[in-house]
Nanobody
Framework: QVQLVESGGGLVQPGGSLRLSCVAS????????MYWYRQAPGKQRELVAT???????NYADFVKGRFTISRDNAKNTVYLQMNNLKVEDTAVYYC????????WGQGTQVTVSS
């Protein structure tokens, strides 16, 4: 199973920015799509953004125009650049590699508050 480690979360004011990182173990990272999810307290986990091995991206409507997903295959890392953060973006953010074996990171807390 691939090990995924997220970092970059924290406390930020509304309108601020954060960049999340997720580093994957192993040598298969470049071949597979990567996903970012988030889960707010009392809510279901929801898909935020995806990036394919060919760097095609897709975003949930609630983050379009504010978040950008990218990847650096040389570093086995996927990023989530989050701009113009809103209070409702507060959640634990998880990276996911669904194939070859569904793997999840431990999550990183993002809190948007004044």
């Amino acid at each position: 199973q691939v090990q995924l480690v997220e970092s970059g979360g924290g406390l930020v004011q509304p309108g601020g920015s954060l960049r999340l990182s997720c580093v994957a173990s192993g040598s298969s990272f470049r071949f597979y799509a990567m996903y970012w999810y988030r889960q707010a307290p009392g809510k279901q986990r929801e898909l935020v953004a995806t990036i394919t091995s060919g760097r095609l991206t897709n975003y949930a409507d609630f983050v379009k125009g504010r978040f950008t997903i990218s990847r650096d295959n040389a570093k086995n890392t996927v990023y989530l650049q989050m701009n113009n953060l809103k209070v409702e973006d507060t959640a634990v953010y998880y990276c996911n590699m669904p194939r070859p074996v569904d793997s999840w990171g431990q999550g990183t807390q993002v809190t948007v508050s004044s």
